[in-house]
Nanobody
């Protein structure tokens, strides 16, 4: 059974940092392109960052230079380092991958950026 479990969310002040983790089971992430999405209240879910199986990365313009996606294949875990956080980053963050036309999601972790 495939499972993605996000962790690391919480309340942080503007300008602060957080590191999210996504622990995978039932799959070997080394063969997958892995994504982080986020969904803010009242908004559509948006793609934040991608890391390919080859280690290439891509970011939404809104987070470029502030967020870094990485992977630890032996630990079967994907990370999202978030720096210089802004109130606009407040959202539920989800880990994701696609396989055979299906999307797999974790339950998400809430990030609240507020003073």
């Amino acid at each position: 059974q495939v499972q993605l479990v996000e962790s690391g969310g919480g309340l942080v002040q503007p300008g602060g940092s957080l590191k999210l983790s996504c622990a995978a089971s039932g799959i070997m992430i080394r063969f997958k392109d892995m994504n982080w999405y986020r969904q803010a209240p009242g908004k559509q879910r948006e793609l934040v960052a991608t890391i390919t199986s080859g280690g290439f990365t891509n970011y939404a313009d809104s987070v470029k230079g502030r967020f870094t996606i990485s992977r630890d294949n032996p630990k079967n875990t994907v990370y999202l380092q978030m720096n210089m956080l802004k109130p606009g980053d407040t959202a539920v963050y989800y880990c994701n991958f696609r396989q055979a036309g299906m999307n797999y999601w974790g339950k998400g972790t809430l990030i609240t950026v507020s003073s």
